[in-house]
Structure formats: C-alpha cells, structure tokens
C-alpha cells in the first residue's frame, strides 16, 4: 500500500480571521498559549494551557470538515518543511494507557522543578483520543495533529485554567512569547502548497501579500506554485 495513500504531504493550519491569515503570511506563526483538556480520560477536570502552533496532517478531501470546525482560512506548508522545523506529531492516548498514568502520576503528587518541565514538555504533545470540546464528544485521533512548542521554560510559560482565563494574564504571557524572537515559526516561499479562503475575491490580496513578503516572487510564481482553495468552491465540488 502506498503510505501517501493514508498521509498528506502538507500539513494546515487554520484559523477564523482574513487578518489573522495575512499576518502569517507576513511575519510567520506566532505561538500562542492554548488551553487543552484532559478531563475525559482523568475522570477529572484537568486543563493546561501550553504555547504552541497547531497543524493538521488531513488529505484535501477531509478539508471541509475541519473548515467548519477551526475557522474558513487556512495555509498548508510542506510536511518535510515541518520535520525541519520541529513540528511534531502528536501522541493520542487510550484512557489508562501508559502516557495517561505518567500524566496522572504528574497531577496527583507533588513534583520537583525539573520533573515538572520534564512532564510539562511531555504533555506538550499530549491529547487524548476523544474527549468533550465546545459541548460536542470529538475523536481526536481524526485530526492527525502536529505542533510546534517553542523552545522556552513551559513552566514560566504556562497557565492553569483559571489564569488562562484571565485575559490580562494570557495577554501578558502571550505578549512575552512574541517578544522572545526565538519562539516563531517561519517559512519560505517554496514550502507553501495551498492557501484556503473563503471567498474567491480575497486571492488578490493574498497574492500582493506573498510578493511583497518574498520580493522575488512574481505573480506568475504565486500561481504556478500555491493552489488556491475557497470555502465556496469546496462545498460546491462536494
């Protein structure tokens, strides 16, 4: 069987805002802090927000459906411009499997300081195989996801629920992250693959974006090199 058959060569990374894509095509990803849930495979509520950049490794046959999910924009880079980069794939846990234990073990005593980076790392590229999100029960293991955790203390960076919750707190914690020019993400032109709108008159303004980002990039370079995908266009192919 041909693996490519079951794996995409691009991995994608979406979000909600025009604006917020434009900026990452202008400067790179930016992490950011993100609060992930471990309550369904606990049997408690346990939620820690870690900095990071997600991605999703899903053939463009299963685009529709995360659209609809994380939001109508979308670039899609290279896989092996990922691997480059750190971008790792995730462990999706069974309740009461081995990952599960040493997070519990974590959470139920008291940890010296380099055990908890240790751990804190750890559950970085840690989710569960399914669990509730925004009032749904989600499998998880179906988005194939990756991330990108910045090089920094986790422990200095990292929230518990309730000061995640705080906008000032996440605020100031996100703001030291993008101080910290060590912490982004970037990426060349050749390692882009597909760009998601949602509606086709944005293409333009995407491609001025490009070319003023890589000043060595035509129009017919854009063209030639990244498919442009709409929302509008997808759901009329299906």
């Given at each position: 069987m041909d693996n490519e058959s079951l794996s995409a060569n691009t991995l994608f990374n979406f979000t909600k805002e025009f604006e917020y894509l434009k900026s990452k095509i202008e400067n790179g990803f930016k992490p950011r802090l993100v609060l992930e849930g471990y309550h369904s495979t606990l049997g408690k509520e346990?939620?820690?927000?870690?900095?990071?950049v997600c991605f999703c490794d899903i053939r463009l046959s299963q685009i529709l459906t995360h659209v609809e999910e994380y939001g109508d924009y979308g670039i899609g880079l290279e896989k092996e411009w990922a691997m480059k980069k750190r971008v790792e794939p995730l462990i999706y846990a069974l309740e009461n499997s081995t990952p599960i234990k040493i997070f519990k073990n974590?959470?139920?005593?008291?940890?010296?300081?380099?055990?908890?980076?240790?751990?804190?790392?750890?559950?970085?590229?840690?989710?569960?195989?399914?669990?509730?999100?925004n009032g749904k029960n989600r499998n998880f293991y179906n988005e194939r996801e990756w991330r990108f955790v910045p090089n920094v203390d986790l422990d200095t960076y990292s929230l518990e629920k309730k000061e995640f919750e705080e906008e000032i707190k996440k605020n100031d914690k996100n703001c030291?992250?993008?101080?910290?020019?060590?912490?982004?993400?970037?990426?060349?032109?050749?390692?882009?693959?597909?760009?998601?709108?949602?509606?086709?008159?944005?293409?333009?303004?995407?491609?001025?974006?490009?070319?003023?980002?890589?000043?060595?990039?035509?129009?017919?370079?854009?063209?030639?090199?990244?498919?442009?995908?709409?929302?509008?266009?997808?759901?009329?192919?299906?």
């Open positions: 346990i939620e820690i927000a870690v900095p990071m974590f959470v139920n005593k008291k940890s010296n300081t380099q055990e908890r980076k240790n751990v804190l790392r750890f559950i970085a590229y840690l989710k569960p195989y399914s669990g509730m999100q030291l992250l993008f101080e910290n020019s060590g912490t982004g993400l970037d990426f060349d032109f050749k390692d882009i693959k597909y760009i998601i709108l949602k509606h086709r008159s944005e293409i333009s303004d995407v491609v001025k974006i490009i070319r003023n980002r890589f000043h060595s990039v035509n129009e017919a370079d854009v063209y030639e090199n990244i498919v442009f995908l709409t929302k509008e266009a997808i759901e009329k192919d299906l």
